[in-house]
């Protein structure tokens, strides 16, 4: 339990004790801002340990057009949705060293978690196929709106330019507008249908994806700030939706799988399995369960990114006592996978090392969760083998090879793990006498094996002094 607690302070990255810098992009961080204009004309002159130019805006912008921001979500319109997604996409982002002071949570404006969340929901529904059966839910983007300027919904009312505009009429003229789109809208249901024969609209379809995957990207930078993450944590609506994009891996855009997989790696120190089954109001039905078969459909892909995330993601749920009841379950297929992750036959060395970090971190937590955890692992085939391997290649972080020693150590200390332990006594000897960074390990482990249980405690007190 010690070191679980010690785990929470520190960490469970694969390969050291601080958690892991981001896969892939740079960091993701809160909010210095400028006027929009200046920001999207005026390319300041980047430092020389950058690759590129750093964009800076204006600290009080996020501050002074929050409402805005919120609102161009919420519209619907195409260009209004554009425009708040390049302003979040540049306050949340921060270059690697950049240590500004003036962030901004932007997680704390009212309505935009939930506004970003609304344009991936919109995404989500038309990218179901037909076949599949999909709860009804209110269309709220652009539900006013007879062109809302994605793809080719302006010629497909065939409008000849000359459409009235809600807001430059009378109120009567604004409310006969409104019923003609309501009309148009329900008699033409199958010709504009995103999924109809005849309007399958590949350009809206594409572009709506991009303002999913935009949407995506700024939530996962959201979560990178620690005044973001608590909340972000306890909002099940966000923890639904990355849940559910996960978990359709298999059909959705990579790039937002891969954001929302992100995103759950670094809210996962603080993240309760329980809040699916709490009486928070949820918008799509996710259970603590589903959530963990999303995760391991992660752990089993072939993709380095995801697999190694699912594994480091598994480590640090684990340290939550709350989260075991829902992952206990599935442990027997996680030590197995996470076994196979040690012994990854790969022509990168970078991509192996990778995997073997994530799958060890992974395993030095599960091994401290109790007994059975313990006798599990040391039953799985080719487990000790590869712990093993792991430290005599030797792996090219020491915390990785320090990590599978304490493992070995934590099997040992199982009475029914001795038999099968005893085979490997020589390979214990030999890195006792051969590594003298992890000789003190070794040498906790020999002793465990040949020590007679009943004098156990009063030779370990004699002999290591304890």
């Known amino acids: 339990m010690q070191k679980r607690e010690q785990s929470k302070l520190g960490g469970v990255g694969g390969g050291a004790s601080a958690p892991p810098a981001k896969r892939g992009r740079p960091f993701g961080s809160g909010g210095n801002s400028a006027a929009a204009a200046a920001a999207a004309a005026a390319e300041t002159a980047a430092p020389s340990t950058l690759l590129g130019p750093s964009l800076h805006v204006h600290s009080s912008f996020a501050d002074q057009n929050n409402k805005r921001i919120v609102l161009a979500l919420q519209s619907g319109l195409k260009s209004e949705l554009t425009w708040a997604l390049n302003t979040l996409t540049l306050l949340s982002f921060k270059e690697k060293d950049d240590m500004r002071k003036d962030t901004t949570p932007l997680a704390k404006i009212p309505g935009l978690l939930d506004a970003l969340l609304s344009v991936i929901d919109d995404w989500r529904d038309i990218a179901l196929p037909k076949e599949h059966v999909k709860a009804p839910r209110v269309r709220n983007l652009g539900a006013n709106l007879l062109v809302t300027g994605f793809g080719n919904e302006y010629e497909a009312l065939g409008s000849n330019g000359t459409l009235p505009l809600p807001g430059l009429g009378s109120s009567s003229q604004e409310a006969s507008v409104l019923s003609n789109v309501t009309k148009l809208r329900s008699s033409s249901e199958w010709w504009l249908d995103e999924d109809g024969l005849f309007n399958l609209d590949e350009e809206g379809r594409a572009e709506r994806q991009q303002c999913a995957v935009a949407a995506s990207n700024i939530i996962r930078n959201f979560s990178f700030m620690p005044d973001n993450e ?34 759950i790696v670094n809210l996962a120190p603080l993240l309760d399995l329980g809040i699916f089954s709490s009486s928070k109001p949820s918008y799509i039905k996710i259970t603590g369960k589903r959530a963990v078969q999303a995760i391991m459909g992660m752990l089993g892909s072939v993709v380095k990114t995801w697999h190694c995330a699912a594994a480091e993601l598994l ?13 206990l379950p599935f442990v027997p297929q996680i030590h197995k996978r996470l076994v196979d992750l040690m012994s990854l036959p790969s022509v990168d060395a970078q991509t192996a090392h990778g995997a073997q970090a994530a799958a060890v971190g992974a395993l030095y937590n599960l091994a401290e969760v109790n007994m059975d955890c313990r006798l599990k692992l040391a039953s799985e085939r080719w487990a000790i083998d590869r712990l093993l391997k792991v430290i005599k290649a030797p792996h090219p972080v020491p915390e990785v090879c320090r990590k599978a020693a304490m493992i070995l150590e934590s099997l040992v200390s199982e009475p029914q793990n001795r038999a099968l332990l005893l085979a490997y006594e020589n390979a214990f000897a030999e890195i006792l006498f051969s590594d003298a960074r992890y000789s003190d390990t070794f040498a906790r482990i020999l002793y465990e094996l040949t020590s007679r249980p009943n004098n156990k405690v009063a030779a370990a007190r004699g002999v290591w002094g304890m």
Do not use: K, W
């Not at 909340?231 to 923890?239: D, E, F, K, V």
């Open 315 to 327: 480590g640090r749920l684990i340290i939550n006592p709350d989260n075991e009841s829902f992952l």
């Open 230 to 263: 608590v909340i972000m944590a306890q909002h099940r609506h966000c923890l639904e939706t990355v849940f559910q994009c996960i978990e359709d891996y298999l059909t959705e855009d990579e790039e937002l799988v891969t954001n929302a997989l992100e995103t």
